[in-house]
């Protein structure tokens, strides 16, 4: 929902019932992910994808329905033989809907969800999506807060509510979404009934050091991938909003001095980029990033700049161990040459780093093109695997 929420907060505003139509799982190559979502008015505009194209049409029918009825419902969509384009994914995976109609008073709590998002704080939205023994709850949810939790799941859900605000917290501390699965009163061995958890953690931090045109590019891109995007330059004449309207603040300050203010706030989905190519300025801010946990630490500069770095690191005392977190120079080798395509290229190498991938063409691998990591690899301080985004968990 994160994605269509600016359309989701003005129907909500309007009071008119609207439909959310959202992924809760899916199976082999399926476009998108759990908790893509679409939203459906009831005059009919539509706002989102859930499938790139592939069985918009059967959804977009389905929430019309949801809208006329006010019943919630949930679908499968897999390949379909007969007619593939119909309403069948050509990719031969499988998703899993869940369809709903949202309006104040079905989810009197969604305003407070929208403003949580927008101010980068950590809330989950857990719906009941199946529940075969008492189809009465299907559509009910609990909103999860870190320190409280809302909803009424109906009549015995206590003991589901206790469950699910324990495991929805830790999925949010984790970031991760996706389905959770419960016996019919609640039990955690139980398989019969499914809640699909959507976690809005705070979108991950793309700190950029160096206020230049490459700069411009970068947080334009990183705010375009869903990073919160600081720029940071002592320069004054340079580190303007203006020219950087994208990003989501912009610091006049030494750079390491300002990372050093901001060291507890960096965690390992945080991403820096140093852009600078100015030993003044670059050598002090990679010490700094190197004693924090983010998970990407990027800068930018020739072999020979690269060289001369690591020299002058090893000189105030960074270890050979901390020097292998770094990513000089910055991004893939894509023959990348103006601002534009070199911050396409430190994009491509966060998404590398994130999922695992090789860099390759497709067409020169086989196996698997979309990776999941497992929710463990989001603990381990070491990781450089977790950096944005919602998880998935089965």
């Given at each position: 929902m994160r994605d269509v929420r600016t359309?989701?907060?003005?129907?909500?505003?309007?009071?008119?019932?609207?439909?959310l139509a959202t992924v809760i799982d899916t199976y082999k190559s399926a476009p998108r992910g759990p908790g893509a979502a679409m939203v459906v008015s009831a005059s009919g505009e539509v706002t989102g994808s859930v499938s790139g194209g592939c069985v918009e049409g059967a959804v977009y029918e389905e929430a019309l329905e949801a809208v006329r009825t006010g019943v919630p419902v949930r679908r499968t969509y897999g390949v379909s033989d007969e007619d593939a384009f119909s309403a069948g994914l050509t990719c031969g995976g499988t998703l899993h809907?869940?369809?709903?109609?949202?309006?104040?008073?079905?989810?009197?709590?969604?305003?407070s969800v929208l403003g949580a998002i927008d101010e980068h704080q950590p809330v989950a939205v857990a719906t009941v999506v199946s529940d075969p023994s008492e189809a009465d709850r299907v559509g009910r949810r609990r909103v999860v807060w870190p320190g409280h939790a809302e909803g009424d799941l109906g009549p015995g859900g206590d003991r589901l509510a206790d469950a699910l605000d324990d495991d929805v917290r830790g999925m949010l501390a984790q970031g991760t979404t996706g389905v959770l699965r419960y016996g019919a009163?609640?039990?955690?061995?139980?398989?019969?009934?499914?809640?699909?958890v959507a976690?809005?953690?705070?979108?991950?931090?793309?700190?950029?050091?160096?206020?230049?045109?490459?700069?411009?590019?970068?947080?334009?891109?990183?705010s375009y991938l869903g990073y919160r995007v600081t720029v940071c330059d002592a320069r004054p004449v340079?580190?303007?909003a203006r020219r950087f309207p994208t990003a989501e603040e912009v610091v006049v300050k030494w750079p390491h001095v300002y990372l050093d203010e901001i060291a507890?706030?960096?965690?390992?989905?945080?991403?820096?980029?140093?852009?600078?190519?100015d030993p003044k300025f670059d050598v002090p801010v990679l010490e700094a990033?190197?004693?924090?946990?983010?998970?990407?630490?990027?800068?930018?500069?020739?072999?020979?700049?690269?060289?001369?770095?690591?020299?002058?690191?090893?000189?105030?005392?960074?270890g050979e161990r901390a020097l292998t977190r770094l990513?000089?120079?910055?991004?893939?080798?894509?023959?990348?040459r103006t601002p534009e395509e070199t911050a396409v290229s430190i994009a491509a190498e966060l998404i590398q780093t994130r999922w695992g991938g090789s860099g390759r063409a497709l067409r020169e691998t086989d196996g698997p093109i979309h990776r999941d990591i497992e929710p463990s690899e989001l603990l381990r301080p070491d990781s450089v695997s977790a950096l944005d985004g919602p998880k998935t968990v089965r």
């Open positions: 359309t989701v907060s003005e129907l909500y505003a309007s009071g008119e019932t609207f439909a809907m869940f369809v709903e109609p949202l309006d104040r008073a079905s989810f009197p709590q969604l305003g009163d609640g039990q955690r061995r139980g398989d019969e009934l499914e809640v699909f976690s809005y953690a705070p979108a991950p931090r793309m700190l950029v050091f160096g206020a230049i045109d490459f700069a411009a590019a970068v947080a334009d891109l990183g340079f580190a303007t507890d706030q960096v965690d390992e989905r945080t991403v820096v980029c140093v852009l600078t190519h990033a190197l004693r924090t946990r983010a998970g990407y630490i990027g800068a930018m500069g020739s072999r020979r700049t690269h060289e001369d770095r690591l020299e002058r690191l090893r000189e105030a005392g960074v990513h000089s120079p910055i991004g893939l080798d894509l023959g990348a």
